[in-house]
């Protein structure tokens, strides 16, 4: 048994040179990660600044959001700083190039590969040593060389360690186009999510042009960040100015509406909160839903108001929609959560272009949000005058904006009442 265990420990012994030592955190340089800009800038800004050499990108979206329209374009921009490779096994030569002309894209450099497979790639790829590879998409990008179903999970993984493979020993970018089902199957490209270096989802609202491109993930990058575009007869077009686009189909305002001053990355952008709150006529369990919003969240800002308010929830259904497809995950826009719902309950409509930035705490006191300032003036630049904030940063001083500051909830439903008609 000793002499075993022995063995063991001999083979495993490593020299002075192999032997990994601990390095003094700040003694390291700060490595420089050079980045490429497609000049698309809503994509730049949602991968953290532009494109970083040897990462690999994985955008996810339902069929038809615009996921190749976007990568033909950002291939366009791209392939003026280098080569470009675009796998597609979705689409023919000629669809892709009608598209291409229909975008008003002519570039020499964007290769088109369709319908081979990973061998085929890596063939393309020693000819043409490109920059940069589109994949369009991971679901039709097969290996012979691997058994199992086509578009199988375990294939799935295989392919997507190929090209991470791939990218990292060629230092090129790599862009994974993966399919979502409109019902929320995400297993394909959720399965790859830790494989790659940024997720994305683009996502767009139906009946809509306008699309959403998030951050799920971003080793070079924060995840607040968010890019936003606009579909047009010729493509994709970046929305420089968010707020006017979310807000502008707001002509009247209704019971149960209100608005926040959300943080996007460093931007303020202004979001519209819906909420309907109707009464539930068979008295089962009431229902909870909230799309773009965390229903434990609505949950337990329903019982802060119930609890500190008396105003009865149990017997109401509850909906809540956080327009243009965005996903609100501050704490910030608490207040204006429970403001749509008291407003859509109780059927009152707030006299003038009102905002509400404060996070709501258990005991129903309102507690201050990040970054005021910012919300407040891309408010005041969109016209509205009126802000309910929390008491503790009454001194924000802006101008043109009229500060009125709540330390509870209660102080914000007496305020409420006064800001108020009955329709
Ligand atoms: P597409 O990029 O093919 O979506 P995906 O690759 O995510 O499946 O485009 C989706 C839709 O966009 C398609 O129905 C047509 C529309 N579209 C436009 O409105 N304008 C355009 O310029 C293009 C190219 C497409
Ligand atoms: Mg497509």
């Keep these: 048994m000793n002499e075993i265990t022995d063995q063991v420990d001999n083979s ?20 420089k990660i050079s980045r490429i800009n497609s000049d ?18 994985l955008i996810g979206g339902e069929p038809g959001v615009g996921k190749s329209t976007l990568l033909l374009e950002v291939s366009a921009n791209l392939s003026k700083k280098g080569k470009v490779l675009y796998y597609s096994g979705e689409e023919s030569e000629g669809q892709i190039k009608s598209r291409a002309d229909r975008l008003g894209i002519a570039s020499e450099d964007i290769f088109l590969l369709t319908m081979g497979d990973l061998e085929d790639l890596k063939i393309s790829l020693k000819k043409l040593s490109p920059e940069f590879i589109i994949i369009d998409s991971i679901q039709t990008l097969n290996s012979r060389k691997t058994g199992g179903f086509n578009g199988s999970v375990s294939k799935l993984r295989h392919v997507t360690s190929e090209l991470v493979e791939i990218a990292k020993s060629n230092n090129i970018a790599v862009f994974i186009i993966g399919h979502i089902t409109k019902d929320g199957q995400i297993a394909g490209p959720k399965t790859l999510e830790h494989m790659v270096d940024v997720v994305l989802y683009f996502q767009g609202e139906l009946q809509s042009n306008l699309k959403v491109l998030r951050v799920e993930k971003n080793r070079y990058g924060s995840v607040n960040e968010l890019g936003i575009f606009q579909m047009s007869a010729t493509g994709l077009t970046s929305v420089t100015d968010p707020s006017e686009v979310f807000l502008q189909k707001r002509d009247s305002i209704e019971p149960g509406t209100s ?37 434990f ?30 996903n609100l995950k501050e704490t910030a826009s608490d207040l204006a959560v429970c403001s749509a719902l008291i407003s859509s309950h109780k059927n009152l409509v707030f006299r003038g272009n009102m905002v509400f930035l404060g996070e709501v705490g258990l005991t129903g006191e309102i507690r201050p949000v990040s970054f005021i300032e910012n919300r407040i003036k891309e408010a005041v630049n969109h016209g509205f005058k009126k802000f309910i904030i929390p008491k503790a940063q009454s001194d924000v001083n802006i101008k043109k904006a009229e500060i009125l500051p709540v330390s509870n909830i209660k102080e914000f439903y007496s305020i409420m009442r006064d800001f108020t008609n009955k329709k």
């Design 40 to 57: 698309i800038k809503e994509f730049d800004r949602s991968l953290g600044g532009g494109i970083v050499p040897g990462s690999v990108i």
């Design 297 to 326: 969240r609505l949950s337990m800002l329903i019982s802060v108001i119930e609890k500190k308010l008396r105003i009865p929830f149990y017997k109401s259904d509850v909906f809540l929609n956080i327009t243009g497809g965005i």
């Design 259 to 295: 608005v926040v001053a959300s943080m996007k990355g460093m931007r303020s952008i202004l979001i519209e909160i819906q909420a309907l709150v109707t009464e539930n006529p068979f008295g089962g369990n009431p229902r909870r839903m909230a799309i773009g919003f965390d229903p």
């Design 12 to 31: 495993n012994e490593i020299s002075d040179e192999q032997r990994r030592d601990p390095v003094r955190l700040n003694s390291i340089d700060q490595e």
